[in-house]
């Protein structure tokens, strides 16, 4: 007979910030090329999403470490399932015939602009993501094992460089190819594994905060020694 689940205060609250954080990032940004000028390096272009793609993995980091990997892959598949109902919603609202005049006209234009690859965009963000964020928790799990629960700076870091490695490799490239030239994909695709690898060393001291507050606060801090990694379940 399995155990019964145990309560916790903030996974719910902390769950649904991953899903908005999440869409916001996949739907709003991830579209614009944006470039910004660096000393020595001189122009860079990145995709706009990589500003805040990045607290995903944050929340990520943050469910592996106090909640274990089982609830982590929970968040997974419900960002993944959020990923889809925004990308079927957004082809419905496109198909849907237009009620005459011209700002309608040019609404429909604006929608079909900015969200009529959206189902591109959603399949290479959701094929990308799950792979990555599983793989991100995976590492971060055995990390916390092999480490007796010390140095979390080095889970969250090396969790966090295998993670986007694997979501970099193929997200602008199934989502872009053939839309962009093919060096300003692999420009931004790098661009977007660095800067994300980056985001995740600046908020360590973050996240040192955030874990050990739900460490406290929840009485928990789990280690995946008999867990099941498969990525097929949604159960903890």
Request: hydrophobic share 50%; charged share 15%; proline share 3%.
């Amino acid at each position: 007979m399995d155990s019964p689940r145990r309560h916790h205060r903030y996974y719910d609250l902390l769950l649904a910030a991953f899903v908005v954080a999440l869409l916001c990032s996949n739907f709003i940004g991830a579209g614009k090329a944006a470039v910004v000028d660096l000393p020595h390096f001189g122009e860079v272009t990145f995709g706009a999403g990589i500003l805040f793609f990045p607290i995903a993995y944050f929340f990520g980091d943050i469910f592996a470490e106090v909640y274990g990997y089982a609830y982590d892959r929970r968040a997974v598949w419900a960002g993944f399932a959020a990923l889809a109902f925004a990308a079927v919603m957004a082809q419905i609202v496109i198909a849907l015939p237009v009620a005459p005049g011209t700002y309608m006209a040019n609404y429909q234009q604006g929608l079909e602009t900015v969200f009529g690859n959206s189902w591109r965009i959603a399949l290479a963000s959701m094929f990308s993501f799950w792979f990555g964020s599983l793989t991100n928790g995976y590492v971060l799990a055995k990390m916390k094992i092999w480490t007796e629960g010390r140095f979390l700076w080095t889970r969250t870091i090396g969790s966090t460089a295998v993670g986007e490695l694997v979501d970099s490799s193929f997200f602008y490239m199934l989502a872009f190819y053939g839309i962009w030239p093919t060096h300003e994909i692999l420009q931004v695709a790098l661009a977007q594994y660095v800067l994300k690898t980056s985001w995740e060393v600046l908020a360590t001291p973050i996240t040192y905060w955030v874990v050990n507050f739900l460490k406290r606060k929840e009485n928990e801090d789990h280690y995946d020694i008999h867990t099941n990694f498969t990525p097929f379940k949604v159960k903890v």
